[in-house]
């Protein structure tokens, strides 16, 4: 699949942090039974590179990336465990030459018009906008919408449930980026009745 596709899949991308490996595969099954398939389990915590091997083999339906991916070699060791994506924080000159290269779909974090254009040089069309809130949200992304038409966002940091739908009207963003259908409380009591009924509201946005 493609950063586009897999990005398209969902109006949402839950940003999942794996605190208890014991329940990365029934979180997972949780949000795809609420119509979210799109799922970016990020390098945060120890058990990160292991969920996603064990989401990747278990969980029908899942689209299942990683997030945090920092470097060349983190991007190799996320492909290595079944990841079908990689999102960054950022972009440098490094990480972009190792994107170019990849076998998987990357998404790179950027700011400022710079460092879109350091991805469009390496073949890459398809970023996420972080932090989105802290550098302007729905403003920066109508005024990157100008110069760079063909580009298309997942903007996340600072969205939620009641911001999300308008950052989904704007004609260069593909879905947002939250960590809001994960809440800790909720996985720690495996709660997975919460977390369906979260990711069914997510899905709606785009209905």
Avoid at 133 to 152: I, N
């Amino acid at each position: 699949m493609n950063a586009r596709d897999i990005l398209s899949a969902g109006a949402v991308v839950p940003v999942i942090a794996i605190d208890d490996i014991h329940t990365a595969v029934d979180l997972a099954h949780a949000l795809v039974a609420g119509g979210i398939p799109t799922l970016e389990i990020t390098l945060r915590t120890e058990h990160g590179l292991k969920a996603i091997e064990l989401i990747a083999k278990e969980v029908k339906g899942a689209i299942v990336g990683a997030g945090t991916v920092i470097n060349a070699e983190q991007l190799k060791a996320v492909e290595d465990a079944g990841a079908v994506f990689a999102i960054s924080p950022g972009l440098n000159l490094p990480f972009a030459k190792a994107a170019e290269k990849s076998a998987i779909a990357v998404i790179p974090g950027i700011a400022t018009a710079g460092e879109l254009m350091l991805a469009l040089e390496h073949g890459i069309d398809t970023c996420k906008l972080f932090p989105a809130e802290v550098v302007g949200g729905r403003a920066m992304l109508s005024a990157l919408y100008g110069p760079f038409p063909q580009v298309k966002f997942c903007p996340t940091g600072g969205i939620n449930l009641v911001s999300a739908p308008e950052y989904l009207k704007l004609p260069n963003v593909l879905c947002v980026g939250g960590s809001w259908l994960t809440p800790k409380d909720a996985v720690a009591k495996q709660d997975w009745g919460t977390i369906t009924r979260l990711a069914k509201e997510a899905a709606a946005l785009r209905a």
